[in-house]
């Protein structure tokens, strides 16, 4: 016992220890509480009656945390996924590339009214692609693409997708669709961007061998470039590529692009290039998030806090404590994000992708296609440079309007099979609760 009288319990989780994906959500959902007893009018009256500090002292989490989860749950529909400790960079072994595959086959599996489990996934992965991925790996990734392992009424337990995921994702669906069924000459242009990167090293996995031959190949992958293009529906628009050396050749890609390399990009490349009254597609990558106020109140101080409130304008009382002032800074502060206010400075629109749907980019299958010819061509003499001429080479030779019409209506077909599988599932589960209520 402690000298309070109190006996005192090893912790079952190590101080220091990042939270797991289940944690995040229960921390998450007691936050959820609070805020809605105290929108109620009926939270617990202490000195603080403030959601997060609630959430932080009945968890024993950080209020730090708890506002970095609730903030991730409002921008994007789930929790912050989390990042490996120390230095280590070990990348998923799942391509994004594959995302819509499963969550295609996931969907057809509960159609046909099959469980669907992370071995069924993982022998799709083998047959179609090859990959041998570990269950638990695919457990991990299926969470993060929004999946869940829940048990539905009368049935075994089988994936199901977060609703917050789905909502997202018909949110998109119904600007895009809404876009098409206007007049000619009302409707905007689709255009949409994407960044990716291209190893020096970059070659084709395959090729015909006869007995006791084998291709010697440098090792390691090189330097790498990074680049960002945009494109519409015939065409890649004129102008907008942009191509530079990453300063490492690991990590994630996004790491080596920032605010300000895209906000220039997207002023002095993209906008004088796209079409009048334009819609602008991108993901929700953090650089694509950035806002006009782009500060974290979490991280400032109190002084700090009112000095902000007073140079807008904004009343705040003396004796009001560190939390209220973070939440009416939270408040006020503007969460617009800064492309959005230079696409419609220029006349256009701006629409973001849901979490995890690259399947729904055409331009991705223009990567594809153009990293796949640079893997072709590369040889062991091949210089660092060189490989981005062969990049270039590719958009001008092979993206040709009829191939870029062409990825243009598969994702089109994609987006009317989610669209029809949306609103499917949201009938089952209305049906199911009526039966369970």
């Not at 609730?70 to 990042?83: A, H, I, L, M």
């Not at 990959?131 to 790996?137: G, K």
């Amino acid at each position: 016992m402690d000298d309070s009288g109190f006996q005192r319990f090893e912790r079952p989780r190590k101080r220091g220890r990042p939270l797991t994906y289940e944690e995040k959500w229960l921390v998450q959902h007691v936050f959820e509480t609070f805020a809605k007893k105290k929108k109620a009018g009926g939270i617990i009256r202490i000195e603080e009656e403030d959601p997060y500090s609630l959430t932080s002292k009945y968890t024993g989490v950080a209020r730090s945390v708890v506002a970095t989860i609730s903030k991730s749950v409002r921008q994007t529909g789930s929790v912050p996924v989390s990042t490996s400790p120390g230095h280590r960079q070990q990348p998923t072994a799942i391509p994004l590339s594959t995302e819509g595959q499963i969550r295609e086959f996931i969907f057809e599996q509960h159609r046909q009214g099959t469980i669907c489990h992370a071995k069924h996934v993982n022998a799709l992965l083998k047959d179609t692609c090859g990959l041998d991925v570990h269950e638990r790996t695919m457990q991990r990734h299926l969470r993060r693409m929004g999946f869940c392992w829940s048990r539905t009424k009368n049935r075994p337990r089988s994936l199901r997708e977060k609703a917050e995921v789905r909502q997202q994702r018909h949110n998109y669906l119904y600007e895009i669709r809404k876009n098409r069924q206007l007049p000619v000459n009302e409707r905007y242009e689709v255009v949409y961007l994407d960044e990716r990167f291209l190893h020096h090293h970059h070659s084709g996995p395959y090729s015909w061998f006869s007995e006791h031959d084998f291709v010697e190949r440098m090792s390691g992958k090189g330097r790498r470039w990074c680049f960002i293009h945009a494109m519409q529906a015939d065409a890649l628009i004129e102008g907008a590529f942009l191509a530079f050396e990453a300063k490492k050749s690991r990590g994630d890609y996004h790491g080596q692009f920032d605010w300000e390399i895209f906000q220039h990009w997207f002023k002095e490349q993209l906008l004088p290039h796209v079409p009048p009254h334009s819609l602008i597609v991108l993901d929700r990558c953090p650089f694509h998030l950035v806002c006009r106020d782009a500060i974290v109140p979490s991280q400032m101080k109190k002084a700090e806090l009112q000095e902000w409130l007073t140079h807008r304008g904004i009343r705040w009382e003396e004796q009001w404590l560190r939390a209220r002032l973070m939440e009416e800074v939270d408040q006020y502060r503007d969460k617009k994000p800064m492309v959005e206010v230079f696409a419609e400075e220029k006349g256009h629109k701006l629409l973001f992708l849901p979490v995890h749907h690259p399947e729904l980019n055409p331009i991705e299958l223009i990567w594809a296609n153009v990293k796949n010819y640079c893997g072709t061509v590369f040889s062991n003499s091949t210089r660092f440079k060189e490989q981005r001429q062969h990049l270039e080479e590719s958009f001008k030779k092979d993206i040709t309007p009829e191939y870029c019409t062409k990825v243009y209506e598969h994702v089109q077909k994609i987006e009317e099979r989610y669209w029809n599988t949306d609103l499917m599932i949201d009938d089952e589960i209305e049906i199911e609760d009526d039966e369970f209520n």
